[in-house]
């Protein structure tokens, strides 16, 4: 019930809104979606991964080169997309894991960096460094479905994505990530296999944001090579930071505040935000590492007593 | 054959900036564990520091390059005073300090973006460009030396050794560990503004510079492994070969040879991820 209200009041905003303030409105939504997964990869499973955004752009891309150079069909298209993202994934976290460390933010930085080139140089299949462009989405069952309709969509890849991540946060599977995170050898001592509890969670949210860059293809109706670059994977790990890692309300938080920071800023620093950016996360991992949400937590902590 | 040759020449002075840029990693990751992605913008602001001192002030090379160096130690051990040694001192994990350091990374590109016009600026060669190829080999090779012999044979660089080895151990023998990690990030520092510094006149100072010297001393780092200061020459060596080599004779397109050194990081870290050179026990 809290779900479906929550549904009707998020896509119910985007029919108040403009076209311009919708566009940003989605792009945000987007946003709280990655951070989102990555939340569950980097704060709850302690993993730092660099692909999360190339996982975004294979979905992006892989739906729309299935859907207009192959012509599948939309349904097949998708689960085709799941099917490549899981098949990337399992190929550099099943490896990547089994080692000690910080093994899997070098390959991931590694996948990142080739997935850029990999574009670049695809010739006609990724559209080189023009990407792909003017493609709408397919019609389904007869309807067309478009402008804040489609806000109601990406409300609907948010909510399923915060429900699947919530629910496995409390079940076994969640608590047994998190020890993996804190005590890798404490873990491995309960029961719990690590590696495959790591690659488990690496592929599951890879998957997740391969789904959500489904979703964005239609959102701009074109893909390009800079969007899915190191930048935007970088910002991603700073919104978890900033926002306060380990927890879904810190995620939301932080992908918010620096998806709108750059709004408010630009009249002040131009295109400089990312400086402002570093020094956020800079600042959050110095002085407060559990991150605005620990910042909040503490506040409320001092007033109720 | 004379193209072969050219190319070896310039494979090997490639090679000897990535082996730079791979031992300033190796210098931080020895003693304290922390891999530091800011080392590719540190060769940038050394970049920019020639850029300013030697293309706009005219300074003589031998001098240029001296302050450049001593500002680089600089920034270093400033850099392990704000964002490493509080977070160590805290008793956080050896992760905080990689992720405060990704958050340096950006505010130093950004405030030489901020700086800086956005075109790339020319830094001037050492001496005629003909030679320059050799000046670079002789310098790293002097560079490399200095280490090893500082690691083999002095006091000093035995302390380091034992830090890495057991950070306990030899705390309780008397070796300052905050000294030794500031230290090391002041050398790293160095290290990388010098290979920053030797590259610049080739590829000009540009903003956007560091990344890409980052991860391709880090490829140099992990071919070569972390447990020796030869390895990390070894491994920009290696690296820069295999990439010059596939640009000149393989018949794939031109861009696709940036992939190489990510597809050689990606399968050592896989295959053999401690790399080709074994540590001495």
């Known amino acids: 019930?809290?779900?479906?209200?929550?549904?009707?009041?998020?896509?119910?905003?985007?029919?108040?809104?403009?076209?311009?303030?919708?566009?940003?409105?989605?792009?945000?939504?987007?946003?709280?979606?990655?951070?989102?997964?990555?939340?569950?990869?980097?704060?709850?499973?302690?993993?730092?991964?660099?692909?999360?955004?190339?996982?975004?752009?294979?979905?992006?891309?892989?739906?729309?080169?299935?859907?207009?150079?192959?012509?599948v069909p939309l349904p097949l298209a998708i689960l085709l997309g799941v099917a490549v993202c899981i098949v990337v994934a399992l190929a550099v976290a099943i490896p990547a894991t089994r080692l000690e460390g910080f093994y899997l933010a070098l390959a991931t930085l590694a996948l990142a960096q080739l997935f850029v080139v990999l574009l670049n140089e695809g010739g006609d299949i990724t559209g080189g460094t023009g990407g792909i462009a003017n493609y709408r989405l397919p019609a389904m069952l007869g309807l067309q479905i478009r402008g804040p309709w489609y806000t109601g969509v990406i409300v609907f890849l948010l909510l399923l994505t915060l429900w699947v991540l919530v629910k496995l946060d409390r079940s076994w599977f969640?608590?047994?990530?998190?020890?993996?995170?804190?005590?890798?050898?404490?873990?491995?001592?309960?029961?719990?296999?690590?590696?495959?509890?790591?690659?488990?969670?690496?592929?599951?949210?890879?998957?997740?944001?391969?789904?959500?860059?489904?979703?964005y293809a239609f959102v701009d109706n074109t893909v390009n090579p800079p969007i899915f670059g190191l930048e935007n994977a970088f910002l991603l790990l700073f919104m978890v930071i900033v926002g306060?890692?380990?927890?879904?309300?810190?995620?939301?938080?932080?992908?918010?505040?620096?998806?709108?920071?750059?709004?408010?800023?630009?009249?002040?620093?131009?295109?400089h935000h990312v400086l402002v950016f570093g020094v956020l996360m800079l600042a959050a991992i110095l002085l407060?590492?559990?991150?605005?949400?620990?910042?909040?937590?503490?506040c409320r902590h001092r007033f109720s007593r | 054959m004379q193209d072969f040759l050219e190319l070896a020449v310039s494979a090997t002075a490639s090679g000897c900036v990535y082996g730079l840029i791979a031992l300033a990693y190796l210098l931080m990751i020895r003693p304290t564990g922390i891999i530091n992605f800011a080392v590719g913008e540190w060769a940038m602001v050394a970049a920019f520091g020639g850029y300013v001192l030697l293309t706009q002030h005219e300074l003589p090379y031998p001098l240029g390059m001296g302050i450049v160096l001593a500002f680089m130690l600089l920034v270093g051990w400033v850099t392990e005073r704000i964002a490493v040694r509080p977070l160590v001192e805290k008793g956080a994990g050896v992760l905080a300090p990689i992720l405060a350091?990704?958050?340096?990374?950006?505010?130093?590109?950004?405030?030489?973006?901020?700086?800086?016009?956005?075109?790339?600026?020319?830094?001037?060669?050492?001496?005629?460009?003909?030679?320059?190829?050799?000046?670079?080999?002789?310098?790293?090779?002097?560079?490399?030396?200095?280490?090893w012999l500082f690691f083999e044979k002095t006091v000093w660089g035995r302390s380091f050794e034992a830090v890495a080895l057991n950070r306990r151990a030899a705390a309780l023998m008397g070796i300052n560990l905050s000294r030794v990690t500031a230290f090391s990030f002041a050398g790293g520092a160095a290290v990388a503004g010098l290979g920053g510094l030797l590259v610049a006149p080739n590829i000009s100072a540009h903003y956007l510079m560091g990344v890409p010297l980052a991860i391709q001393g880090f490829t140099a780092l992990v071919i070569g492994g972390v447990g020796r200061v030869e390895g990390a020459l070894l491994g920009g060596l290696l690296l820069a070969f295999a990439e010059q080599f596939t640009i000149r004779y393989a018949p794939i397109p031109g861009g696709f040879a940036q992939g190489v050194p990510l597809l050689f990081l990606m399968i050592f870290l896989?295959?053999?991820?401690?790399?080709?050179?074994?540590?001495?026990?």
């Open chain 1, 244 to 271: 306060g890692s380990g927890r879904h309300a810190g995620a939301v938080i932080g992908a918010v505040l620096l998806f709108l920071l750059p709004f408010w800023l630009s009249p002040l620093v131009g295109h």
């Open chain 1, 174 to 215: 969640g608590r047994a990530c998190r020890a993996v995170r804190d005590n890798p050898e404490a873990a491995a001592a309960m029961g719990i296999d690590v590696a495959r509890t790591r690659v488990a969670a690496f592929t599951l949210t890879s998957a997740l944001a391969g789904v959500a860059g489904m979703v």
């Open chain 2, 270 to 281: 896989i295959m053999r991820p401690t790399g080709l050179l074994k540590a001495r026990a």
């Open chain 1, 288 to 298: 407060q590492p559990k991150g605005l949400i620990g910042l909040w937590d503490q």
């Open chain 1, 1 to 71: 019930m809290r779900w479906l209200g929550a549904f009707l009041v998020l896509s119910g905003a985007a029919f108040l809104l403009g076209d311009y303030h919708n566009d940003v409105y989605r792009k945000m939504l987007l946003w709280v979606t990655l951070a989102l997964g990555y939340n569950f990869l980097f704060g709850i499973c302690g993993q730092v991964s660099f692909s999360h955004f190339a996982f975004y752009g294979i979905g992006a891309y892989s739906v729309v080169i299935l859907l207009f150079q192959l012509h």
């Open chain 2, 101 to 147: 350091l990704l958050g340096v990374l950006v505010i130093t590109r950004e405030i030489i973006s901020v700086s800086f016009p956005p075109d790339p600026l020319p830094v001037p060669f050492a001496v005629d460009i003909q030679y320059y190829k050799y000046f670079v080999i002789g310098i790293t090779l002097a560079v490399f030396v200095a280490a």
